[in-house]
């Protein structure tokens, strides 16, 4: 049995650039995906990040793709998912209505609800709005794990 020293929190813009080759952030992203299990990560998804991610997928014409990341999240247990309870989606809105930028999206603010609410602060996340706007480390290039 593994014992997994920090969850770290999954953002849509990293499992995307994770499956999508002609991705700006594919090659960053398979270099953190490599990474981070040597340090004993437990990756966390939640419902909400997931429906982004299929979203995003099938708008780029690869809903094939969407539906196997489905199917993968859901069977074999590579990622603890969770879904956002009540608490979390009022701790969500809660940080969106915080925020002063218009780039941070309700799907972000579930990131920060779910961190919290699972005692992480990591985040894996290439959007650059993101860092530095709360509490939480947005993992964005290797080494940034401690």
């Known amino acids: 049995m593994i014992l997994y020293m920090e969850k770290v929190l999954i953002d849509a813009n990293f499992i995307i650039a994770l499956l999508c080759s002609e991705d700006s952030c594919h090659a960053k992203a398979v270099s953190l ?6 340090k004993q990560v437990q990756w966390v998804l939640n ?8 979203t995003v997928l ?3 014409r690869v809903k094939p793709l969407a539906r196997l990341f489905y199917q993968t999240v859901k069977q074999e247990g590579v990622v603890q998912f969770v879904y ?4 979390i989606e009022e ?10 930028s218009n ?5 972000d603010c579930t990131l920060f609800a779910t961190a919290d609410a699972y005692n992480t602060k990591y985040i894996v996340s ?5 860092r530095n706007k709360t509490a939480h480390t947005i993992i964005h290039a290797p080494n940034q794990l401690s």
């Open 126 to 130: 290439f959007d650059r709005h993101l």
């Open 103 to 107: 780039n941070i999206s309700f799907f």
């Open 91 to 100: 701790k969500a809105f809660i940080y969106f209505g915080r925020m002063r």
């Open 47 to 54: 419902n909400a990040i997931l429906y982004e991610i299929l």
């Open 84 to 87: 956002i309870t009540h608490d």
């Open 33 to 38: 995906s490599e990474e981070l299990p040597q």
């Open 58 to 60: 099938s708008k780029r």
